[in-house]
């Protein structure tokens, strides 16, 4: 059986390890115990120290010590610090981007800049600014506040802010693009548009793709999709792999999109395997481009995991030796839905106070249901804290009714999660903007 290091402590982490460890021995490095990674590492017979998997003579050391022949990743900051970049040059098998491939994620410009190559017509009036002066004149262009202004860099999905729902005038917009432009150097304002988002998640092995079932991301903090952006509050898909407002042609334009960018990324050495994902609207006049990840989304990555109908070791066996296909990766015809816990406080206000919160993760496991821990360590029996003041735990499920799923988590919910928690309970309607 293959080692396999799995680097990252979040709910994709954790779904991610899940699946691994079914068919390989599991090995990471934890900066904190994250109950699920930790069970499925034990499970599989690995290992796991808790260290920081940023120190790289750290996890050269772990990957030597333990012989470890395969290496995760599909976190931003890991994947743009070059840690795929580290694993490659010691020889293990990867499922990521190198760093210079992860540019896609970590440079918006970039990789508008590729888009704009090679779909044109998929592109949103967009201003790549590196002054003031440039910034004050493009924002006095516009009539109101009818914007969105996007930060150049890696911003856990939060950092974008859209006119007249992050920002309500001209002058307030104004002052967060100065913000982002002091922290980088560069930032990009954009036409608002109208349309439902979506996102496209492509497997690939370097040349071939294939394309997940679509999933419909919950990114607001509020029920109807109000409040602050979030890294998402919730997940679901749909057993046809599409969603009601989308059909085949538009899915398959956008995946010719991200086939051709993963050509464009590897057209001189191999720089990209594993997961590229891109976001999307479908305007009145077309599909238009958002932005691209350069891994998989989370908790988007509970939902397609869970609707993986091949092994996902032997889909990862496929990507090592360049033979992933659409009849070697199949997945469900099946609903799959997530529903995210978090604190009170979680996106908004910046407080990193502890949030302490019991449950009996047993008892709700024997109901059927997948409980999968992102920013959360135990402290006791049923007893939790959180670690940051990011999402907390993902409660899943997947089967063929929609409305039998829902009232499901949300009966659990109710029930057996701790009322100093909080989370939207809305998952499931579709909202379109």
Request: aromatic share 10%.
């Amino acid at each position: 059986m293959e080692r396999c290091l799995l680097l990252g402590n979040g709910g994709r982490e954790a779904v991610i390890a899940e699946y691994v460890s079914k068919g390989y021995e599991l090995y990471s490095i934890l900066p904190y115990e994250n109950p699920s990674i930790v069970k499925y590492v034990t499970k599989s017979g690995g290992k796991y120290i808790v260290g920081n998997p940023f120190d790289k003579e750290l996890v050269k050391k772990f990957i030597q010590d333990n012989q470890l022949e395969v290496c995760i990743i599909s976190s931003d900051n890991l994947l743009q610090d070059g840690l795929i970049d580290l694993a490659k040059s010691l020889g293990l098998k990867v499922f990521g981007p190198t760093s210079k491939g992860a540019k896609i994620e970590w440079s918006k410009t970039y990789a508008l800049e590729i888009v704009q190559e090679l779909a044109p017509e998929m592109i949103i009036k967009n201003y790549h600014i590196s002054t003031n002066e440039e910034l004050e004149k493009v924002i006095a262009n516009y009539v109101d506040e009818n914007f969105v202004i996007k930060p150049e860099g890696l911003t856990g999905g939060k950092g974008v802010k859209v006119g007249g729902v992050h920002f309500k005038t001209k002058h307030e917009g104004l002052e967060y693009a100065k913000s982002c432009l002091k922290e980088s150097g560069k930032v990009i304002i954009q036409d608002k548009v109208e349309g439902s988002e979506f996102t496209v998640m492509c497997l690939t092995d370097g040349e071939n793709i294939v394309t997940t079932p679509i999933t419909f991301d919950y990114p607001y903090r509020f029920e109807e999709d109000k409040g602050p952006g979030t890294g998402g509050m919730g997940c679901m898909s749909y057993p046809n792999g599409l969603l009601p407002f989308l059909d085949k042609e538009d899915v398959d334009k956008c995946s010719d999109l991200i086939k051709r960018t993963i050509q464009y990324l590897n057209k001189d050495s191999k720089e990209f395997t594993g997961v590229l994902y891109g976001g999307f609207f479908k305007c009145k006049d077309g599909i238009k481009f958002i932005e691209f990840n350069a891994r998989f989304g989370d908790p988007e990555a509970i939902n397609v995991l869970n609707a993986l109908d091949t092994p996902f070791t032997n889909v990862l066996n496929n990507i090592f030796e360049g033979t992933l296909s659409k009849e070697n990766c199949k997945f469900k015809e099946e609903y799959t839905f997530t529903v995210y816990i978090v604190s009170k406080q979680y996106a908004i206000t910046s407080s990193k106070e502890p949030v302490v919160f019991k449950m009996n993760v047993e008892e709700i496991l024997n109901k059927g249901i997948k409980l999968y821990f992102a920013n959360a360590k135990q402290i006791g029996e049923n007893e939790y804290t959180s670690v940051s003041n990011s999402r907390l735990f993902a409660i899943a499920t997947s089967g063929k009714e929609l409305e039998e799923l829902r009232k499901e988590v949300y009966n659990i919910i109710e029930t057996d999660i701790d009322k100093v928690l909080d989370y939207r309970k809305d998952i499931g309607e579709i909202y379109v903007h």
